[in-house]
T-cell receptor, first 110, second 113 residues
Framework: KNQVEQSPQSLIILEGKNCTLQCNYTVSPFSNLRWYKQDTGRGPVSLTIMTFSENTKSNGRYTATLDADTKQSSLHITASQLSDSASYICVVSDSRKLIFGQGTTLQVKP | DGGITQSPKYLFRKEGQNVTLSCEQNLNHDAMYWYRQDPGQGLRLIYYSQIVNDFQKGDIAEGYSVSREKKESFPLTVTSAQKNPTAFYLC????????????FGQGTRLTVV
């Protein structure tokens, strides 16, 4: 069964600190992997999209990595800000549809 | 402004009533999707449509119905057969299937009272 598992489920960090979110998937065939940011009560917004041949991709303070061999991805947030408080969702495509992880809820405290 | 619009943002329904959630996009996207989000769970696919006048059941279609009469519009009806309809509903669209980026609406929070 196609699945996307994220860890940790929730995370609290202090403003200015770095953090890393994890995503493991068993989706096959694999088309691409995306990370979305979802603010409370809003729709998800895309941060990065990575295909099979890409190992890393950055978007400002967000850096995503992909290891297609181990079927793992990570999202690293550098120098966190209060506005980074949100849910981060890992989404894997099998080219026909999107399979969503349950998300990691990040809270950045001052 | 191009985008995808859901309405209303909040919706209350009495038990036993059907209710329709609106989703409109002006991105000229062929594919549209409806997801349900519950606390602590990932988004679950209800229905999706790859082309006008055609749609497919997702993972949790029971108690829901959709139509795709126009490319821009993909309304979702939550019927009285849906046993636990209280949730956050998200509509999305993409230019083709799973290979392209999906753009999401702002969501509709449905509460059964």
């Amino acid at each position: 069964k196609n699945q996307v598992e994220q860890s940790p489920q929730s995370l609290i960090i202090l403003e200015g600190k770095n953090c890393t979110l994890q995503c493991n998937y068993t989706v096959s065939p694999f088309s691409n992997l995306r990370w979305y940011k979802q603010d409370t009560g809003r729709g998800p917004v895309s941060l990065t999209i990575m295909t099979f041949s890409e190992n890393t991709k950055s978007n400002g303070r967000y850096t995503a990595t992909l290891d297609a061999d181990t079927k793992q991805s990570s999202l690293h947030i550098t120098a966190s800000q209060l506005s980074d408080s949100a849910s981060y969702i890992c989404v894997v495509s099998d080219s026909r549809k999107l399979i969503f992880g349950q998300g990691t809820t990040l809270q950045v405290k001052p | 402004d191009g985008g995808i619009t859901q309405s209303p943002k909040y919706l209350f329904r009495k038990e036993g009533q059907n209710v329709t959630l609106s989703c409109e996009q002006n991105l000229n996207h062929d594919a549209m999707y409806w997801y349900r989000q519950d606390p602590g769970q990932g988004l679950r696919l209800i229905y999706y449509s790859q082309i006008v006048n055609d749609f497919q059941k997702g993972d949790i279609a029971e108690g829901y119905s959709v139509s795709r009469e126009k490319k821009e519009s993909f309304p979702l009806t939550v019927t009285s057969a849906q046993k636990n309809p209280t949730a956050f509903y998200l509509c999305a669209s993409s230019s083709t299937g799973g290979d392209t980026e999906a753009f999401f609406g702002q969501g509709t929070r449905l509460t059964v009272v």
